[in-house]
């Protein structure tokens, strides 16, 4: 017989099956010793231009600068540059770049414009600029980590962008894509990654809406854009709506994402990373407007 947690579905979890068996493994949050969580509202930012990538694909390096600059002032609340970046990090951290490196890989010019800025409106040595995706010992040298993922569906969470970007810290990826991924949060709490994110940021210049394993261009689109801010869950939940009204408007009619992406409610409910509530987050989206899919 089929194992009972192999069946659980996304309503389960939404109704607690899933939520409270969880919630009881995991120590430190204060939600699982039945305290009230904390709400509070999240301000993720969608950045986009329609010109940051031409027809075959090439991305436009001095456009993708700009958006990112208009990310780091709207996240933060600043007016200048400089300022906006002292909000996020120190010129004497260590900064680890974790972009995704599979399936539908975060753009090298989106690291590289990040990694220009740090060195030029931070003050941060290159040599203090590290890449940081793969095993726990490159985190741990860290002071703080900038997450770059790209926008894209997955075979085996539903939705492979934030929430999954530290798997590789775990040591033990596999194990995480167990009771239908919905551990992943845990990672975020493991001390070589625990209170260092000071930035997410999203590839969305060219995202992926269905699963793979391999990237198929058919469900490529160019939405054009950088999705934002400090709150990992909230910044997840944007893009799970994006790729959900992205997969609606291909079909004509719902085309619910498989598996169901149940990582990113249990972030917010059983981990304590941030709000998985739509009501809870504010959008603020600057430049093209066309297919926003945020409606």
Known sequence: MENNQKRLTRRDFIRGTVGATLAVSVLGVPWANGSEHAVQSSLVTVIRDKNVMDTTFKVDSKILQTMLDQTVLQVTGKVMIQEAWAELVKPDDIIGLVPTPHLNPTHPELVEVVKTSLMKKVGIPEKNIIMAQGGKRRPKQCTALISMPALKGHWLTGIGTVIKNYIMYSGRPSRYHEEKSAKLGEIWHIPEVKGKTRLVVVDAIHPLCDKGPQSDPRYKWAYNGLIAGTDPVAVETVCLKILTEKRRALRGESWPISPP????????????????????????HFG???????G
């Open 261 to 284: 992406p149940i990582c990113v409610e249990a972030a917010d409910k059983v981990y304590g990373l941030g709000t998985s509530k739509m009501e809870e987050i504010k959008i603020a």
């Open 288 to 294: 093209w407007e066309e297919d926003l899919l945020l």
